[in-house]
């Protein structure tokens, strides 16, 4: 008979890149709200001590990590340092760090731009998801979780490279997947439509405050569900598929997009 703590993450490890802002920051206080000890990763050490102090104030366990992950070195002492501070076991990778410099057409994108993207979203991820499957493998199991985007399936003008990344990463699920589910490592996609955070922001940052808020205020208005969505409306679905209630998902895709990939829109628009 199914039981509910089956959606529990208690006893359980767990890394989050891009933990100290965003949509990681909000799938760290989620697993951490669930029970588990979270280790949190990114370049800015600021916002990775306020995130694990905001895990600390509601008797949560969270630990820092400074790391670049475009950079492969850092993704091995990452993957260590992790290790050492979740007690030699992670049960549960959330590969979310991601960037998306913005650009003005496939005319414009330069090779700068291309590695920049290429180097975290995709090799960053998919070496992290390498040395943790390793991990995961010698333990007897794990949950990998991939951060895409709904650009994956669809382009958006402007950001072709990171289009092209993200629909990468949907096939770095599926291959690690199909390879790791007899080692009894599962492998999901949760694919993000637009989310209020510094890079859904970015888009508006050659406009003033003002201007800004009106091209977000024209967004929600032709949105299906008349807002952009909030970080924290994300966090359950990586709890779900963290947990042992997804215990036979694997290679499976989220949409959370509020039902932008359905209708028509260009989900930001100059
Ligand atoms: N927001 C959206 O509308 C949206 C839509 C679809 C998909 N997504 C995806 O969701 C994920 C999270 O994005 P977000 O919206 O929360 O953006 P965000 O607020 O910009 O957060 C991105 C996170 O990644 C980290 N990061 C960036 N470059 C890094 C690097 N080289 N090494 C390690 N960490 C790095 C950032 O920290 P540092 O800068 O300190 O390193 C930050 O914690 C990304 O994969 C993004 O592509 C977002």
């Known amino acids: 008979m199914f039981d509910l703590s089956k959606f529990s993450l208690k006893g359980k490890t767990a890394v989050v890149t891009g933990g100290g802002r965003g949509i990681g920051k909000a799938i760290a206080i989620g697993f951490a709200k669930a029970g588990a000890k979270v280790a949190i990763t990114s370049r800015k050490v600021d916002d990775l001590e306020a995130t694990a102090a905001e895990i600390k104030s509601f008797g949560g366990v969270a630990f820092p990590i400074q790391s670049h992950l475009g950079k492969m070195d850092e993704i091995r002492k990452m993957v260590d340092a992790a290790m050492e501070k979740l007690g030699g076991r992670i049960d549960i990778l959330v590969n979310n760090a991601g960037a998306s410099p913005n650009t003005l057409s496939v005319l414009d994108s330069d090779e700068r731009l291309w590695e920049t993207i290429m180097n975290l979203n995709l090799r960053g991820l998919y070496f992290t998801s390498q040395a943790v499957a390793k991990i995961m493998k010698n333990q007897g199991g794990g949950s990998i979780i991939n951060i895409a985007s709904i650009d994956g399936f669809k382009p958006e003008f402007g950001v072709s490279v990171y289009s092209i990344s993200k629909a990468g990463v949907r096939m770095i699920t599926n291959a690690f997947a199909a390879e790791l589910a007899s080692c009894h490592i599962r492998v999901n996609t949760i694919a993000p439509g637009p989310f209020d955070t510094k890079m859904m922001n970015s888009h508006w940052f050659h406009l ?34 963290a947990s042992d209630a997804s215990s036979y998902t694997t290679g499976a895709e989220i949409v959370i997009d509020g039902g932008v990939l359905l209708s028509h829109i260009q989900p930001v628009q100059d």
């Open 208 to 241: 003033t405050p003002d201007e800004a808020k009106k091209q977000k205020a024209a967004l929600e208005r032709v949105l299906p569900m008349g807002h952009i969505g909030n970080p924290d409306e994300i966090a359950g679905a990586a709890i779900y598929l």
